[in-house]
C-alpha cells in the first residue's frame, strides 16, 4: 500500500512539470492542493475567486463604455430601493461632469435639451461649439480608439487662451511630447509638412504653435468620425431618449 501511495505522488509530481521550449516550469500549488483537507481551497483558488471574468451585464456594459474619466467613485442609485453601486474609471477624462445624466459622476449639470441634441446633427461645428456634444462625441471617439484626436483638439484650445510665457513653453512641450512625438502612445495622424511646422515654431513656441496641426485633425475628425458618431447607438439613444422627454413634457 505503501508503494503505490508513492508511486501516485510521483505520477502527481511529474504531471505538475509542463515543458515550454525546452524550459521546464514548475506549478507547485499543484501538490499543495493535494495535502489540503476536503473542501478547504488554496490561496491560488481564493484569488481565482475574487476574479470575475463572465460577461457583464448590458446595464453595467454601457456604464463602462461610457466612463473612462479620472480616477473616482459614484454612488448609483438602482431601482430596486437605492441600492448602491461603486463604479471605478481609470484614464483621464476632463470636464466628464457633462455626463451627470448618465449617472457617470456625482457632480450636477445641466442635461443637454432635446433641440441641443438635434442640433448636433446638423453641423460638426455645432457639435463642437457645444462642451455636452463634445463629450459624447469624445466618448464615441473612445470606442474608436481615436479618443487622442479630440484629447489633442482640446489641448490645443486650452493653450490659446494662455497668456503667461514660461506657461505657454510648458503646456507646448507637453502636447509635443503627448501628440505629436513618435514615440507617444497617443501620437495623432499629421503630413509631413505639418510636422515641419511643428519643429520650427516649438524653437520659439507661441499659443498658436499648433495650429496648423489642430485644424488638420479637426478636419480629420469632421470627415472621417462625425458621420459614423451619427448612425451611432451612442447618438441615436440621446436623440430617442430627447424624443420621449419632450413628449413627455
Known amino acids: 500500500m505503501k508503494e503505490e ?7 502527481l509530481e511529474t504531471r505538475s512539470e ?6 521546464t516550469q514548475v506549478f507547485p500549488h499543484l501538490k499543495a492542493r493535494r495535502d489540503l483537507p476536503h473542501g478547504v481551497k488554496s490561496s491560488t483558488e481564493h484569488e481565482r475567486a475574487r476574479l470575475y471574468t463572465g460577461p457583464i451585464p448590458a446595464e453595467r456594459g454601457g456604464e463602462l463604455a461610457m466612463g473612462g474619466g479620472r480616477s473616482e467613485t459614484s454612488a448609483l442609485s438602482g431601482t430596486g430601493g437605492g441600492r448602491g453601486m461603486t ?14 445624466w448618465c449617472c457617470c459622476c456625482s457632480c450636477s449639470c445641466t ?11 446638423q453641423s460638426f461645428d455645432k457639435l463642437m461649439r457645444n462642451p455636452a456634444g463634445r463629450n459624447v462625441f469624445r466618448e464615441f471617439l473612445r470606442t474608436e480608439y481615436s479618443e487622442e484626436n479630440m484629447l489633442f483638439w482640446l ?7 494662455e497668456i503667461n510665457k514660461s506657461a505657454i513653453e510648458e503646456k507646448a512641450r507637453n502636447i509635443y511630447e503627448d501628440y505629436i512625438s513618435i514615440l507617444s502612445p497617443k501620437e495623432v495622424s499629421l503630413d509631413a509638412r505639418v510636422r515641419e511646422v511643428i519643429n520650427r515654431k516649438m524653437q520659439d513656441p507661441t499659443p498658436h504653435a499648433f495650429e496648423d ?8 475628425m469632421h470627415r472621417d468620425s462625425y458621420p459614423r458618431f451619427l448612425s451611432s ?16 413634457s
Open 5 to 11: 501511495e508513492e508511486e501516485e505522488e510521483g505520477e
Open 18 to 23: 509542463v515543458s515550454f521550449s525546452g524550459d
Open 87 to 100: 463604479t471605478t474609471q481609470n484614464s483621464q477624462r476632463p470636464n466628464a461632469c457633462c455626463f451627470c
Open 111 to 121: 442635461k443637454p435639451s432635446a433641440e441641443e441634441i438635434r442640433l448636433w446633427s
Open 155 to 161: 489641448a490645443c484650445e486650452d493653450l490659446k487662451q
Open 213 to 220: 496641426a489642430q485644424l488638420q485633425i479637426y478636419t480629420l
Open 233 to 248: 447607438n451612442i447618438y441615436k439613444s440621446l436623440v430617442h431618449g430627447g424624443s420621449r422627454t419632450s413628449s413627455e
